[in-house]
T-cell receptor, first 107, second 113 residues
Framework: GIQVEQSPPDLILQEGANSTLRCNFS?????LQWFHQNPWGQLINLFY???GTKQNGRLSATTVATERYSLLYISSSQTTDSGVYFC?????????FGTGTSLTVIP | KAGVTQTPRYLIKTRGQQVTLSCSPI?????VSWYQQTPGQGLQFLFE???????NKGNFPGRFSGRQFSNSRSEMNVSTLELGDSALYLC????????????FGPGTRLLVL
């Protein structure tokens, strides 16, 4: 299957700081999605972004499919941004999650 | 619309037992996918059902099975539980088999003793 690697594995930020999370994948994919898992385990869709750039408030994402990576930008981080961020890719009908980036935002 | 619901939310079983988990998708959604999340292996795809048919299956042993009913509700069953089956089991609901529109439930936390 496809290998999906995320970096950094852990990140601690002061509230208000900006951050960039990276997702590298080992093969061509049909789809790519970013999720946020809150401390209670709930996974929330952030972006569906197989290519190009999207923005939603303080979050934005860019995928360069030809170079097999995606970036998630978080600006002006807030404590509620804490949790684990996953990227997931799909080829055919199989869906593969990355290892996640654990983000802690401290006040 | 109500979100994806999973029952039970927490479950404790012993080795060798079997367990059945339930997932009710968002009304109108016909596709349901199941995932296992463990600290060691991360999030792994189990299987996907659409219109009562299994479309895809991940790399899990035959002890893991599932089904979908005509009302799109889905169940997954794990027989002969092992300690390593302790995990958070997540269900995702889609209107159609499309990753773009996956909506996740809160999960069922299974502990095998």
């Amino acid at each position: 299957g496809i290998q999906v690697e995320q970096s950094p594995p852990d990140l601690i930020l002061q509230e208000g700081a900006n951050s960039t999370l990276r997702c590298n994948f080992s093969d061509s994919v049909n789809n790519l999605q970013w999720f946020h898992q809150n401390p209670w385990g709930q996974l929330i869709n952030l972006f569906y972004i197989p290519s190009g750039t999207k923005q939603n408030g303080r979050l934005s994402a860019t995928t360069v499919a030809t170079e097999r990576y995606s970036l998630l930008y978080i600006s002006s981080s807030q404590t509620t941004d804490s949790g684990v961020y996953f990227c997931a890719v799909a080829t055919g009908n199989q869906f593969y999650f990355g290892t996640g980036t654990s983000l802690t935002v401290i006040p | 619309k109500a979100g994806v619901t999973q029952t039970p939310r927490y479950l404790i079983k012993t080795r060798g037992q079997q367990v059945t988990l339930s997932c009710s998708p968002i009304s109108g959604h016909r596709s349901v996918s199941w995932y296992q999340q463990t600290p060691g292996q991360g999030l792994q795809f189990l299987f996907e059902y659409f219109s009562e048919t299994q479309r895809n299956k991940g790399n899990f042993p035959g002890r893991f099975s599932g089904r979908q009913f005509s009302n799109s509700r889905s169940e997954m069953n794990v027989s002969t539980l092992e300690l390593g089956d302790s995990a958070l089991y997540l269900c995702a609901s889609n209107p159609t088999p499309s990753i773009e529109t996956q909506y996740f439930g809160p999960g069922t936390r299974l502990l095998v003793l």
